[in-house]
């Protein structure tokens, strides 16, 4: 790191510190910064309504400026930003989401003097339809891609998206592909006798093959899928399928476990803190989305050295290599998960190697330290055009 970085003003802006995985990529990329001796501010727009990691932040010494206000009153938030700016003498403004985004961008535009740089999470029109339906999304979208395209950098989170990016006029001499980074130290090889106490806490049998996913509880997701294909499994009383997480199809997804009769051999887990001891008693991690950006759970199952099942979009199948560390299959395709599921449970004992390929490709490529490196990277780049 240069002393040029380690001057400089950063603001790092976000919708609101709840635990999610763009937020938990925040936290680890402060924690990082501040390892290297390089102290940014964050801003969030709203306080998070639960399951804040503000202490998670104050713990590290990172300072928090929450604006307030009305949620989506805009004009007022790029006020609030001008002045932090102003105050701060800030000198990259790093936005996440599409709020933050949008604020960014519109201060950037009215000739303010500061850096604009952007983590694009997700392929812009899936992320924005998924969480308030087609037509408005695609709206959301298109004002997405134009704070796209007046930031001075947009780092994305896979090549998937960095190509799609690409296809929607966003030049390429701006744009880097970051992904997100996992605490493999943190999250490492599962320890036995951990899924052992899991599996006996949790009532799993000895020689049950448990499939499992962490994540948000949404359409995007793919869940019903994996319900429908975990129906046609020929060895399924000896599995069992582990739901960890929370969110709006929660209610949806136990009615349709019902009435697929398969509900007594599905594990239903509140999300916290601490996910390791549940990747401990899975045998494989199940990732059957429609979308998505990059997982982080998808990240971490594979650190602690599982095997991992994934549909063929952007992010999974760039982490996933067929028969190495997993399997891929199409998305929305109930056959095919199926028969990868079927594939794994008839390779069971060839999961060992499988999940150290997996702890290795994440460790190499997708590690917080790595993500921190390349964010740094990409600041000095920026700092030196600034001069």
Known sequence: MTDRLKMAHVLMLTPSL?????????????????????????????????????????????DIITFGGWRW???AHVLHLREIVRHNNIDIVHSISLRP?????????????????????????HDTSALIGRIPGHAAA????????????VAAHSQGIFDYLCTEGLLQNKMR????????????????????????????????????FAGNFLPVKGLDILLRAFTHLHDAENMRLMLI???????????????????????????NSELRPYYAAM??????????GLSNALLEAGACGLPCL????????EVVKNGINGYVVPPENETALTNALEEFYRQRADLPQMGAAARKIVCASYSAQSMARSYMQLYEELLSKRN
């Open 283 to 292: 045998d494989v991690f199940c990732l059957p989305s429609r979308s998505e």
């Open 310 to 317: 994934v549909t063929d979009i952007a992010g999974s199948s």
């Open 177 to 212: 592909v970051i992904p997100n980074g996992v605490d493999t130290e943190h999250f490492t090889i599962k320890d036995s006798a951990t899924g052992i106490d899991t599996r006996q806490r949790l009532g799993i049998g000895t020689d049950d093959f448990v499939l499992g």
């Open 18 to 62: 709840y635990r999610c995985g763009p937020m938990n990529d925040v936290l680890r990329l402060c924690r990082q910064y501040t390892e290297n001796g390089f102290r940014p501010l964050v801003a969030q727009i709203n306080h998070p309504a639960a399951d804040s990691i503000e202490d998670d932040f104050h713990t590290i010494g990172i």
């Open 73 to 75: 009153n805009m004009a």
């Open 245 to 271: 997480g929370d969110g709006p199809e929660e209610i949806r997804l136990r009615k349709l476990a019902d009435e697929l009769g398969i509900s007594q051999r599905l594990l239903w887990i509140q999300r």
């Open 101 to 125: 985004d949008f604020v960014t961008a519109t201060l950037r535009s009215a000739g303010n003097k500061f850096t604009a740089v952007s983590t694009a999470l997700n392929i812009a029109v």
């Open 142 to 153: 298109a004002l997405w891609l134009a704070a796209f395209k007046r930031m001075d950098a």
